[in-house]
T-cell receptor, first 115, second 112 residues
Framework: KAGVTQTPRYLIKTRGQQVTLSCSPI?????VSWYQQTPGQGLQFLFE???????NKGNFPGRFSGRQFSNSRSEMNVSTLELGDSALYLC??????????????FGEGSWLTVV | QQQVKQSPQSLIVQKGGISIINCAYE??????FPWYQQFPGKGPALLIA?????SEKKEGRFTISFNKSAKQFSLHIMDSQPGDSATYFC???????????FGTGTRLTIIP
C-alpha cells in the first residue's frame, strides 16, 4: 500500500513568485492536512480538508491556500513568496478525519527554498 | 501561544540506556497524545499514542507515561539503540479535530 506521496520533493523559487505543492493521500483516506516545518517554528498546522471542504485552518496569512479534489488528492498554494516561507511542507492523511485516535500518516514533504 | 512544551531540546544517551523525553500541555480539551519519530529527510512517523483514560501505554521498548492532573506526558525508550537516533515530537489533539499541535522536538543521539 503506497504511503502519502508529495510532489515535488525539492524546489527553489524566487521571492514574489507563487508555488503549488501536490499531495496524494493513502488510498481510501479522505482527510488531508498540511503542515509547515521550520527549524525556528517547528511543525505548524496549515489547514485540513475533508471531502473537498476545508474544515480547519491554522494561523497563517491568506497567501497560503489549499484545495482538495474529489479523489482526495490535495494541493496547497503559496502566493507572493517571502524568504520566510522557506520550509519543509508536509502533507498528512487519515482515514475518515473523525478525530483523535485516527492515525495520521505523513508524507516525506516538499522542501521549498525561497531566494 | 505554545500549547505543548517539550524538553529537553537535545539528548545524548548511551546504548542500552533509557531515553526520557517530557511534554507538558496547557489545553485541557486535548484528549489524544501521539509521539512521532522523524529521521533526516523523512516525514514524521507515528511511534505510539495514548488517551487520557490510561496512565501508561507500552509498545515494545517504547512507553508513554501520562499524568492528567499535572498535564504532562513522557516518552521512555528502554534499551536505547543507535537506530533510535532521530528527532522525536510529542503532539496533542482534540476529538473531532484532525489538527495536531506539536512540541518543539527533541534530537536524540544514542552513542555506542
Amino acid at each position: 500500500k503506497a504511503g502519502v506521496t508529495q510532489t515535488p520533493r525539492y524546489l527553489i523559487k524566487t521571492r514574489g513568485q507563487q508555488v503549488t505543492l501536490s499531495c496524494s493521500p493513502i488510498s481510501g483516506h479522505r482527510s488531508v492536512s498540511w503542515y509547515q516545518q521550520t527549524p525556528g517554528q517547528g511543525l505548524q498546522f496549515l489547514f485540513e480538508y475533508f471531502s473537498e471542504t476545508q474544515r480547519n485552518k491554522g494561523n497563517f496569512p491568506g497567501r497560503f491556500s489549499g484545495r482538495q479534489f474529489s479523489n482526495s488528492r490535495s494541493e496547497m498554494n503559496v502566493s507572493t513568496l517571502e524568504l520566510g516561507d522557506s520550509a519543509l511542507y508536509l502533507c498528512a492523511s487519515s482515514l475518515n478525519g473523525r478525530g483523535s485516535g485516527n492515525t495520521i500518516y505523513f508524507g516525506e514533504g516538499s522542501w521549498l527554498t525561497v531566494v | 501561544q505554545q500549547q505543548v512544551k517539550q524538553s529537553p531540546q537535545s539528548l545524548i544517551v548511551q546504548k542500552g540506556g533509557i531515553s526520557i523525553i517530557n511534554c507538558a500541555y496547557e489545553n485541557t480539551a486535548f484528549d489524544y497524545f501521539p509521539w512521532y519519530q522523524q529521521f533526516p529527510g523523512k516525514g514524521p512517523a507515528l511511534l505510539i499514542a495514548i488517551r487520557p483514560d490510561v496512565s501508561e501505554k507500552k509498545e515494545g521498548r517504547f512507553t508513554i507515561s501520562f499524568n492528567k492532573s499535572a498535564k504532562q506526558f513522557s516518552l521512555h525508550i528502554m534499551d536505547s539503540q543507535p537506530g533510535d537516533s532521530a528527532t522525536y515530537f510529542c503532539a496533542a489533539s482534540i476529538i473531532g479535530n484532525e489538527k495536531l499541535t506539536f512540541g518543539t522536538g527533541t534530537r536524540l543521539t544514542i552513542i555506542p
